[in-house]
């Protein structure tokens, strides 16, 4: 997954509900900031979804037909300093793990630092941890937001109507947003990367700066050969995600899912089955169906933004959410004068403000499941460049 605006990789967290009449009741002014996404210590499992009629019969799908891995000749342990050195340990975690031996036998003696990849995690962009600059949000949405991609999601947004209105049933997440993240992280499966993925974890672990987080991407990565993913499938990005939703290994473990009804997870292969896995991470994030990630409006000059700053703290990606109001329902902000540009949110609805450009421009009323958008890449500009390309998908280009 990639993006801009503090970018932190696979940044997870999860959310609990809030119940919308007793905040309705009571005034903003008069109540105690709640967080409706407060994270929970542990991710909760998936609400399970009413069952609809299927399109086809898809079922989740951990891994393919076992493979089995033929153990290479290589020497009992790895000895020496440095990156070589390092491999010891990440065998070691492996075989902790329940990795096959000769999994570990095939593929940690052969794993090869790459300089490139920590040349990439050291130049990402959003200046300093605690700079204040935030630069304009307009030059991403003309990046993100294009023709191209705005004329290729419609295209396949028609095309799989069937299958998308029977993935909505399932997961209750809204189609056109599946497509605009489709699009979005790798050009509807142009660009899925070409780094090897083992050598990508082994070198994020061995760089350090986040090293347990890689080790257990890396070992989560060698379950999936010994689940039978081929090797060869194994090539993502140089923050180490895959396929088309660009998961982390641990994710294509956990929520990979079969959309097209072969009964295989192949989200490197099949389009409706990255479709389908994105749907089920988006709601193991939170997803609350039949409510729109948020709406444009246009905000009265005489607001008084001090008053409805956050008194919370998010535990991660703080420099993201830190640019978020506090919450309010729809019925509350209309009667400080905000009004959407269109379509609208319900009037109980809770919504955080979010002016990506300052005051005076364009701003958002974003509802929770936007909050889901920013589980899967935690940038405002990503999370706001996938609603609005979904909006304009479903308008049909």
């Given at each position: 997954m990639?993006?801009?605006?503090?970018?932190?990789?696979?940044?997870?967290?999860?959310?609990?509900?809030?119940?919308?009449?007793?905040?309705?009741l009571?005034?903003a002014?008069?109540r105690?900031?709640?967080?409706?996404l407060?994270?929970?210590?542990?991710k909760?499992?998936?609400?399970?979804?009413p069952?609809?009629?299927p399109?086809?019969?898809?079922?989740?799908?951990r891994?393919?037909?076992?493979?089995?891995?033929?153990p290479?000749?290589?020497?009992?342990?790895?000895?020496?300093t440095?990156?070589?050195?390092y491999?010891?340990?990440?065998?070691?975690?492996?075989?902790?793990?329940?990795?096959?031996?000769?999994t570990?036998?095939?593929?940690?003696?052969?794993?090869?630092?790459?300089?490139?990849?920590?040349?990439?995690d050291?130049?990402?962009?959003g200046?300093?941890?605690?700079?204040?600059?935030?630069?304009?949000?307009?030059?991403?949405?003309?990046?993100?937001?294009?023709?191209?991609?705005?004329?290729?999601?419609?295209?396949?947004?028609?095309?799989?109507?069937?299958?998308?209105?029977?993935?909505e049933?399932?997961?209750?997440?809204e189609?056109?947003?599946?497509?605009?993240?489709?699009?979005?992280?790798?050009?509807?499966?142009?660009?899925?990367?070409?780094?090897?993925?083992?050598?990508v974890?082994?070198?994020?672990?061995?760089?350090?700066r986040?090293?347990a987080?890689f080790?257990?991407?890396?070992?989560a990565?060698?379950?999936?050969?010994?689940?039978?993913?081929?090797?060869e499938?194994?090539?993502?990005?140089?923050?180490?995600a895959?396929g088309?939703?660009?998961?982390?290994p641990?994710?294509?473990?956990?929520l990979?899912?079969?959309?097209d009804?072969?009964?295989?997870?192949?989200?490197w292969?099949?389009?409706?089955?990255?479709?389908?896995?994105?749907?089920?991470?988006?709601?193991?994030?939170g997803?609350?169906?039949?409510?729109h990630?948020?709406?444009?409006?246009?905000?009265?000059?005489?607001?008084?933004r001090?008053?409805?700053?956050?008194?919370?703290n998010?535990?991660?990606?703080?420099?993201?959410?830190?640019?978020?109001?506090?919450?309010?329902?729809?019925r509350?902000?209309?009667?400080?004068?905000i009004?959407?540009?269109?379509?609208?949110l319900?009037e109980?609805?809770?919504?955080t403000?979010?002016?990506?450009?300052?005051?005076?421009?364009?701003?958002?009323?974003?509802?929770?499941?936007?909050?889901a958008?920013?589980?899967?890449?935690?940038?405002n500009?990503?999370?706001l460049?996938?609603?609005?390309?979904?909006?304009?998908?479903?308008?049909?280009?």
């Amino acid at each position: 997954m990639r993006g801009r605006d503090y970018r932190q990789v696979a940044f997870r967290w999860t959310s609990s509900c809030l119940c919308l009449a007793a905040i309705a009741l009571t005034p903003a002014s008069a109540r105690q900031e709640i967080d409706p996404l407060a994270p929970l210590p542990d991710k909760p499992k998936p609400t399970p979804a009413p069952t609809p009629t299927p399109v086809p019969t898809p079922t989740i799908v951990r891994a393919e037909p076992l493979v089995p891995v033929q153990p290479a000749a290589v020497p009992t342990a790895v000895t020496g300093t440095g990156f070589e050195g390092y491999k010891a340990r990440l065998a070691a975690a492996a075989r902790a793990a329940g990795v096959r031996e000769a999994t570990v036998a095939a593929t940690v003696p052969y794993l090869r630092q790459n300089a490139r990849v920590i040349a990439l995690d050291r130049q990402q962009p959003g200046g300093p941890p605690n700079s204040s600059y935030i630069p304009p949000f307009a030059p991403y949405k003309a990046e993100h937001v294009t023709p191209d991609l705005i004329n290729r999601g419609a295209a396949r947004f028609r095309s799989y109507r069937p299958q998308l209105a029977w993935l909505e049933s399932r997961f209750g997440v809204e189609p056109q947003v599946l497509m605009a993240i489709f699009g979005h992280e790798t050009s509807y499966g142009r660009v899925t990367g070409g780094f090897d993925l083992l050598d990508v974890l082994a070198t994020l672990a061995y760089e350090g700066r986040r090293r347990a987080f890689f080790e257990e991407e890396f070992v989560a990565a060698l379950k999936l050969l010994d689940g039978g993913t081929p090797r060869e499938r194994l090539k993502g990005s140089w923050a180490g995600a895959t396929g088309y939703p660009q998961f982390m290994p641990s994710n294509v473990l956990r929520l990979a899912t079969d959309g097209d009804g072969d009964g295989r997870a192949n989200i490197w292969g099949s389009e409706l089955d990255g479709l389908a896995s994105i749907a089920a991470y988006l709601r193991d994030a939170g997803w609350k169906p039949g409510v729109h990630w948020g709406v444009p409006v246009n905000v009265p000059a005489t607001l008084n933004r001090t008053a409805l700053r956050t008194s919370l703290n998010a535990p991660r990606c703080p420099q993201v959410f830190k640019r978020h109001s506090r919450w309010m329902t729809m019925r509350e902000w209309r009667a400080l004068g905000i009004q959407p540009q269109g379509q609208s949110l319900p009037e109980t609805e809770l919504a955080t403000l979010l002016e990506p450009d300052g005051p005076g421009r364009t701003a958002y009323l974003l509802s929770t499941n936007y909050r889901a958008i920013l589980d899967y890449n935690c940038s405002n500009f990503y999370a706001l460049s996938v609603g609005l390309l979904a909006d304009r998908i479903a308008a049909g280009g």
